[in-house]
């Protein structure tokens, strides 16, 4: 028996990338898998292999900065699988962002950042929390990013929207913690990702920089939300976990 047998699991941003490595080992792990997405295609791709795998999976589109979407998110979910376990709040901004000096970012890239990486998560926690308040129980995985432990040039709108995921985390923790929710923040390194690769040449990674030695890659990252996600850790909450083969401590 997986560790996340007969829970519902919803991944945002799950169509592709490291929330598609998420739906698809949650569904190995015995989850049944909302991958919530803004991309209909690869939603529904994500969703085709999960079955092929004999796992259970459904697509709903949504765009976290809407409201209304991500209400109908958690509307669909219970209608459709009858509870929310999980939520795995990994759909960003990050993909094809343009990166330069912080006086050259423009309203509209820092307002875009902060909307789909700050306020998206805050939107994705809301519209699940009614549901998990009525279960008792409940586990929200978000997801922030190691730039925000180093001074990382060119990316102040980034930095700053995913510093505030830590923010609204630790918040969550505290305010949710009397009903059973369980909220954590996983901080991944320089994953070698689709969206990574428009940004730096992954052969070219300096990995002496990585104590660990190689550079990472999608699996790294998994097992941690697999932990945060199942009941090992009913008593960690507020949390915040590196997973960048030791380039920064904290």
Request: overall charge neutral; some cysteine.
């Amino acid at each position: 028996m997986g560790r996340l047998e007969n829970k519902v699991a919803i991944v945002t941003g799950g169509g592709r990338g490291l929330g598609k490595v998420y739906c698809l080992r949650m569904a190995e792990e015995g989850a049944k898998v909302v991958v919530a997405d803004i991309l209909d295609r690869e939603a529904e791709e994500t969703v085709s292999e999960v079955k092929a795998k004999g796992g259970t999976a459904i697509a709903i589109k949504a765009d976290v900065t809407s409201e209304a979407d991500t209400q109908h998110m958690a509307e669909e979910t219970v209608k459709k699988l009858g509870r929310i376990d999980i939520l795995v709040n990994n759909a960003g901004y990050y993909y094809g962002m343009a990166r330069k000096p912080f006086n050259e970012v423009s309203l509209e890239e820092w307002d875009r950042a902060m909307l789909v990486n700050a306020k998206g998560t805050w939107l994705c926690c809301k519209a699940v929390f009614p549901q998990m308040k009525k279960q008792g129980k409940g586990k929200i995985i978000n997801v922030s990013t190691e730039a925000v432990f180093a001074p990382t040039k060119g990316f102040i709108h980034y930095t700053a929207s995913k510093a505030a995921v830590i923010g609204i985390t630790r918040v969550l923790a505290g305010e949710l913690g009397q009903y059973g929710i369980c909220v954590n923040v996983i901080v991944p390194g320089v994953v070698d990702t689709e969206a990574t690769r428009t940004y730096i040449t992954i052969e070219k990674f300096d990995v002496s920089s990585v104590p660990l030695g190689r550079v990472e890659v999608p699996e790294d990252v998994v097992g941690s939300v697999i932990f945060f996600a199942s009941d090992d850790s009913d008593f960690v909450s507020g949390q915040t976990l590196l997973i960048d083969g030791a380039r920064r401590v904290h």
